[in-house]
């Protein structure tokens, strides 16, 4: 009669440890991994809505400057007008 491998306690044991240290080192990486990609995608959210905002900006004040109406802000800060953009919009406006 052929008889069956079996396990013992004591391999049960050592495989039950081992299979625990498994699970904690894959969720260890797992946590590693997922928190870097989360970080890595609020970054992106970040820079893409400051990049959004400064574009806005820019296309208002390139707006404000083509109809001469030089009273402008850049995110809060007064802005000025380039010296030949003033003497332009004077020519204008006479």
Do not use: Y
């Not at 989360?38 to 400064?54: D, Y």
């Not at 400057?65 to 953009?85: E, R």
């Amino acid at each position: 009669m052929l008889s069956s491998p079996a396990l013992n306690s004591s391999q049960i044991g050592t495989i039950g440890i081992g299979a625990i240290a498994a699970v904690i080192v894959v969720g260890l990486l797992l946590s590693l991994i997922i928190s870097a990609v989360v970080g890595r995608i609020i970054v992106l959210v970040v820079m893409v809505v400051v990049g959004t905002v400064i574009w806005q900006q820019r296309a208002t004040i390139e707006s404000r400057v083509k109809k001469c109406q030089l009273d402008m802000t850049f995110m809060g800060i007064h802005v000025h007008a380039p010296a030949d953009v003033q003497a332009q919009c004077k020519k204008v406006t006479r």
